[in-house]
């Protein structure tokens, strides 16, 4: 036992020499709050000023036409404010690859956090112009620039990162979109700005990181892959490296880089539906879509979004929920964390197939204590424990190892395609999950938690039986390992050839 613990810390030690020894600690940490931080703080911000807001909805209308609003009217807006952050997520996932391409990845990273100040000003003068339509516009323009934001934050993770690294670099995106989350829901307190007056404050907190961002980012290097593939800069690219990680020649990298960069310029960047056409990369697009389909449909969305709702059903009381879900965020960080000192060491697979099964369980556990709620005491406890556990299962595999494999299944020429599809897959799940989420639980009550099961028994069933493991191998390894996936004794990439050959 003193063993294993002593080769842990000997781990951790090693880990964070080599991750001070240059800039890129410094340029993880700008990119998270700029980054996955915001689209974090953005799902959370609305829980506690959202009746401030509706009786601003409210009192809005009536200065202007005299009269108080329908019930369904100020319903409506308020849908509008809440909706309009996924229709911009999904309008800026589009944007990424023009954008990227036009200006890379460090002035992308930039350009979103203007996007994030010309937000914050339409919501600070709303309440002054007495104007219900600027929060849409706003909510519109920080949907924007959280889907900006998220591809390209997690692409330049990818890109800054050596192979033995890459699982706990790319797991920092996770870890920021929870720190993200959690501070939503920290300023949304009382006893902080979660107060009528200050509920136009709590939805601009972010701009202080964005404009951080934008003060820091211009010393900090541009991503070393995107320098030397994209660009053709092997000077640049080795300075970038050495920046980042401390004087050195990194000749693996280097070589590695070469390669794909051979294979980069042997087939150039693709299009999205170039992309869709594409099968020798066909089980890389059925596995990252089923994957994201598999997080976003196994629940944990719903309890991001409904965590007042499901805590209330569960019997705690109205004034301890919000304090309760702070506990929840402070878990899902410490989750991530120790995922992140575990994902290079067990690999991808098991933290997948795992927690997707572990997590199927939980909801299956989870509908047969909601139907003894009324009948036992100890049900809502039970109830309760189940939903923690849970965001532990999913923190610490899927959640955290996602980002990751997200990274390393594409070569660089379909990537920037790639995280446009997936990224537009992403934020559709969340959209018909927040539409959908509370006519299913009308309609089916606590058995629409069986669903959920389901979904995650999917994610376990196809992680274990054909996700191959990417740990500590090249991109391009990885891209043979999924071309040897066979169905029936056939794969994608035979068919391709034979195609090819006729």
């Known amino acids: 036992m003193q063993c294993k613990v002593h080769v842990s810390l000997h781990r951790m030690e090693t880990l964070l020499q080599q991750l001070t020894r240059g ?25 506690s000023p959202s009746p401030y807001i509706q009786r601003f909805i409210n009192s809005s209308w009536y200065n202007r036409y005299e009269e108080l609003p329908p019930a369904q009217t100020i319903t409506m807006i308020w849908s509008l404010i809440v909706s309009s952050y996924a229709v911009g997520g999904l309008f800026g996932t589009i944007s990424v690859r023009f954008v990227s391409v036009l200006l890379g990845r460090k002035k992308m990273m930039i350009c979103h956090s203007f996007i994030v100040i010309a937000a914050a000003g339409i919501v600070l003068t709303s309440k002054s112009a007495e104007s219900y339509e600027m929060i849409i516009v706003a909510r519109f323009l920080f949907g924007c620039s959280a889907g900006l934001a998220m591809s390209t934050h997690l692409i330049y993770l990818a890109e800054i990162s050596p192979r033995k690294l890459r699982g706990i670099v790319t797991l920092s995106f996770a870890i920021f979109a929870s720190l993200g989350k959690l501070s939503g829901q920290f300023f949304g307190l009382s006893e902080i700005l979660g107060r009528e007056e200050l509920w136009n404050i709590v939805l601009c907190v972010p701009v202080f990181f964005a404009v951080l961002q934008i003060i820091v980012l211009p010393f900090l290097p541009e991503a070393p892959r995107y320098l030397f593939i994209e660009k053709g800069d092997a000077k640049a690219c080795k300075k970038a490296l050495q920046s980042l990680w401390g004087q050195g020649e990194y000749k693996e990298e280097m070589e590695e880089m070469l390669a794909e960069q051979a294979a980069f310029e042997a087939a150039p960047p693709t299009g999205t539906l170039q992309l869709l056409r594409d099968k020798t990369i066909r089980w890389q697009l059925v596995t990252m879509c089923i994957a994201y389909i598999s997080n976003q449909l196994s629940g944990m969305s719903v309890i991001s979004t409904f965590t007042f709702d499901i805590f209330l059903a569960t019997g705690i009381p109205e004034d301890k929920i919000r304090y309760v879900t702070l506990g929840l965020g402070i878990t899902e960080i410490l989750t991530y964390i120790s995922s992140g000192l575990l994902i290079d060491r067990i690999g991808r697979r098991p933290l997948f197939w795992g927690s997707y099964g572990l997590m199927s369980v939980c909801w299956v556990l989870i509908t047969v204590t909601l139907n003894l709620k009324n009948s036992s005491d100890w049900a809502p406890y039970m109830t309760t424990c189940l939903i923690i556990l849970f965001i532990i299962l999913f923190c610490g595999g899927p959640g955290g190892a996602l980002p990751t494999l997200n990274s390393e299944v594409f070569i660089q020429s379909n ?8 990224g537009f897959l992403r934020w559709l799940m969340f959209a018909v999950m927040g539409l959908t989420f509370p006519f299913l639980i009308n309609a089916l009550d606590s058995y629409s938690f069986v669903l959920f099961a389901c979904v995650c028994l999917l994610g376990c069933l196809y992680t274990f039986f054909v996700l191959p493991e990417t740990k500590g191998k090249t991109l391009l390894e990885i891209s043979k390992e999924f071309e040897a996936i066979t169905i029936c004794g056939k794969s994608f990439s035979e068919e391709e050839r034979m195609e090819t050959k006729f």
């Open 415 to 422: 990537r920037l395609a790639a995280s446009v599809l997936v």
């Open 23 to 47: 800039n890129v600690l410094l340029l993880i940490i700008i990119l998270g709050l700029g980054g996955s931080f915001q689209c974090g703080y953005h799902l959370s911000e609305l829980s």
